[in-house]
């Protein structure tokens, strides 16, 4: 309900979580909820503001998102919501691939979900996020009625109402969604612990056809970071208590190693050798995310 | 129906192939929706988009220089929100009950008192989280991690989390029974 509450600690998970909300339909709940939270004044302010603002830092927030900026001037847009949507304003109409791609990306849509289809949301989404789909994503399945009542997903759908008739890349397919139910109200930590595994063994599904794809492997890093969060922080209430702190603790283990490399992924580096960067990132948790599902396969 | 579902505006009446101002709407309408939903509730996303889209018809011919379509798009959403809110202030002048209106681009009362009372109400459900809760929420969202909230408030980080998530709780619970209310 409450976006804001979602904020990432780390930040470079925060300036991930900021270029998406740009990118996401409805940014103005958030800069609503930045306002009030943070004492904020209410500005009106356009591009040129944003460009102002940005200074020096505006070309290489063009070309790469809020990772390029220092994480004070980051920390600066929630204390001043009103940059948002200035800064979006200037993206839209100067932003590079990197923008493109986000707002490029399935789950990008100007759409918002029914009451309803947000309760299904609710549902989906720690299922979602902890096997690295976006979200968003689901937001826009259920928001094209992807998902029939039942909750199961049409999939090779039209993407936009109005578009030309597209279908998902393979790889973006909704591939998550028959996992439903994962973390509903079941009261067996065994169930819970082998379908939780069965979802993030699927990162190997998601990411294996990113090939070298820098940019979209940090997208589904910082999702499945953001999954991560949301598991420890919102699910599995219902468990008693040993089990839910094991999983726990086998989820924030894998989550503190997906923020390692986070970071790895946002250090300035030539393109040249972010090929071999993005292939030792993608080992390393191809080996974490092994490494989980072994610790909640014992569990079971 | 969903904005990025909207049809073709009423008035549309466009040349096909490339180039035309159909392929312009394809091309750009999920970019007006996003800048709209910005700056105008959702639910008004979809009806400022069809006015700005009848807005563009009229006047492309006349007006774009032929130079950045998406810059002078905004310039023409920007305009007619402008006008809405000119519009809104002129209609609250005659009411003596009228309010300061804070969602640009909205031009049914109703819906502006619901913005407002939203925010109002948030702050009165941050205002009721207490202590420490108040203050470790407000520092999180103002970018600070849970070692500097813990380090100020003098508890253990694990005590600055479980505060951090029992104040989402209340919030979304208070934030929540208010929606309840109202609807």
């Keep these: 309900m409450l976006d804001v509450l979602d904020i990432p600690e780390s930040p470079t998970a925060l300036a991930a979580w900021l270029d998406a909300a740009l990118m996401k339909p409805g940014l103005r709940s958030l800069v609503d909820e930045l306002t009030v939270f943070n004492g904020a004044p209410d500005e009106s302010l356009q591009a040129e503001h944003a460009r102002r603002w940005l200074g020096d830092d505006a070309e290489q927030v063009l070309r790469k998102g809020f990772a390029a900026l220092a994480p004070s001037k980051v920390r600066e847009l929630l204390s001043r919501p009103s940059l948002l949507p200035a800064v979006q304003e200037l993206v839209l109409v100067d932003g590079g691939p990197y923008w493109q791609k986000l707002r490029q990306h399935p789950g990008a849509t100007t759409s918002s979900p029914s009451g309803t289809k947000r309760r299904y949301l609710l549902i989906f989404a720690p299922i979602a996020v902890a096997a690295s789909v976006s979200t968003a994503m689901l937001l826009d399945a259920l928001a094209t009625r992807r998902i029939d009542d039942s909750g199961h997903a049409n999939r090779n759908v039209q993407m936009r109402g109005d578009g030309p008739a597209t279908t998902r890349p393979a790889e973006a397919t909704p591939w998550v969604l028959s996992r439903r139910g994962i973390l509903d109200d079941s009261q067996n930590p065994a169930e819970v612990s082998g379908r939780l595994a069965d979802a993030i063994q699927e990162w190997r599904a998601v990411t294996d056809p990113l090939g070298d794809d820098f940019d979209a492997l940090r997208t589904r890093l910082g999702e499945l970071w953001a999954g991560c969060e949301q598991l420890r922080t919102n699910n599995l209430q219902k468990l008693p208590p040993a089990s839910r702190e094991a999983i726990i603790a086998a989820v924030a283990q894998l989550q503190a190693c997906v923020q390692k490399q986070l970071e790895e992924l946002s250090r300035e580096e030539p393109a040249a050798t972010k090929r071999q960067t993005t292939a030792t990132v993608k080992r390393a948790i191809d080996d974490f995310v092994r490494e989980a599902v072994t610790t909640l396969r014992q569990a079971q | ?183």
Aim: proline share 4%; aromatic share 8%; glycine share 6%.
């Design chain 2, 1 to 183: 129906m969903t904005a990025s579902r909207a049809v073709a505006p009423r008035s549309m009446s466009l040349p096909a192939g490339d180039g035309s101002l159909e392929s312009l709407y394809h091309g750009h309408c999920h970019e007006l929706n996003l800048w709209l939903g910005a700056r105008v509730p959702p639910s008004n996303v979809e009806d400022a988009s069809q006015a700005v889209w009848e807005r563009i018809i009229s006047s492309y011919d006349t007006h774009f220089d032929g130079a950045n379509f998406r810059a002078w798009m905004f310039r023409i959403a920007r305009n007619y929100l402008i006008d809405m809110n000119r519009r809104r202030r002129t209609l609250a002048a005659f009411d003596e009950d009228s309010f300061t209106p804070s969602a640009p681009g909205n031009t049914d009362p109703v819906d502006i008192l619901i913005d407002e009372e939203y925010r109002e109400r948030l702050a009165a459900c941050i205002q009721g989280l207490g202590y420490p809760r108040k203050a470790i929420v407000q520092a999180r969202i103002a970018g600070d991690g849970y070692k500097a909230c813990a380090a100020a408030l003098k508890i253990t980080v694990q005590q600055a989390r479980q505060h951090f998530f029992k104040a989402k709780k209340l919030l979304e619970t208070c934030m929540h029974s208010h929606c309840a209310r109202t609807t």
